[in-house]
């Protein structure tokens, strides 16, 4: 369960938001991968029966986790279905993809046992609104896996030295501000992970959270 460069063969982006082109490159794509990877490390070594990423894009992570979940689901605002439909299809996988958004997610109370999304809330100005819905459609004791970059001037400045230009009009809300809302929403902390190039400077925060009864 993770990103390799293997995985991601083929992959081209999907909507005008897709960052897949970064997670190639020699260098910065290994931070990238690992970002996510770190997530996915704390959520293996389990079944899952239904899972739903918020935020697919180009269908890496749906990949990458297909193995350990029974029925994938996906929504994203921006992506396309088709093309990551077709990707999975390729590769033996499929998943229930649609377009929109995780401020009124259109499934059942208490349907899924895991819920990922990474990369998704620093976009979020109402983020307790999304973190609410998460929680809503999430089974009792169901994972959410909640991935999110630092949101702050050295961000930026790296955001731009890899070509990423007006990254602080799109990251609007930082990682304290969600932690701060975690028990709001019903969700507890299970584990955290911290991505770190410089020892004591996070770059990317991980959480596994837990549904309250």
Known sequence: MQLTPRLLEGLVPNGPTDPIAYYKRPLIGRFYRERINLGLRMISGRRYAKALEVGYGAGAVLLAIAASVDELHGIDLDADPAPVQAWLGSH????????????????????????????????????????????????????????????????????????????DGHHVTAPRAVAKALDRAGLRVVRHARLRLIPGLPLYFNWLLEKAA
Do not use: C, W
Request: hydrophobic fraction near 45%.
């Open 92 to 167: 033996g996988r499929s998943a229930k993809l649609i377009q929109g958004s995780v401020y009124e997610l259109p499934y059942d109370a208490a349907e899924f046992d895991l819920v990922l999304s990474f990369s998704v809330f620093e976009h979020l100005h109402q983020y307790e609104q999304g973190l609410r819905e998460v929680t809503r459609v999430l089974k009792p004791g169901g994972r959410f896996l909640l991935g999110m970059p630092a949101v702050n001037t050295m961000m930026e400045l790296g955001f731009r030295a890899i070509g990423f230009k007006g990254i």
